[in-house]
């Protein structure tokens, strides 16, 4: 069940209906190309292939560029935010991807359900 409960006796908290858990993060970088954010992506879905304790893998639910008109374009866009799905581990950081990347990760909303 979506949403919060509320009332009597109620918990509140975040919660959702896509599973055991959906993360919203961006991916930033000023004029990112389309090799950047496809190796952020693939990163996302892989994982570290070394220490999956730092960065699991995840399946992606969704990919929606930041502007105005939801467009990707290559070597103009700054931010996409990504969902993803998984109990995996996600750390937010720096040069986030596979290869030195130089995009910015973080994490915007965290949907666990817990309900």
Avoid: C, W
Wanted: hydrophobic residues 35%.
């Amino acid at each position: 069940m979506a949403g919060q409960a509320q009332g009597n006796g109620g918990l509140a908290g975040t919660s959702n209906g896509l599973g055991p858990r959906t993360r919203i993060i961006n991916l930033a970088k000023s004029n990112m190309t389309s090799a950047e954010l496809k190796a952020a992506i693939d990163y996302l879905t892989t994982g570290d292939g070394t220490n999956n304790d730092t960065d699991g893998p995840h399946s992606i639910a969704g990919v929606a560029p930041l502007t105005e008109s939801g467009i990707f374009t290559s070597g103009t866009t700054d931010a996409v935010q990504v969902a993803i799905q998984g109990t995996s581990v996600f750390t937010a950081g720096s040069n986030f991807g596979t290869g030195s990347t130089g995009v910015t990760s973080s994490l915007l909303a965290d949907f666990i359900d817990a309900v």
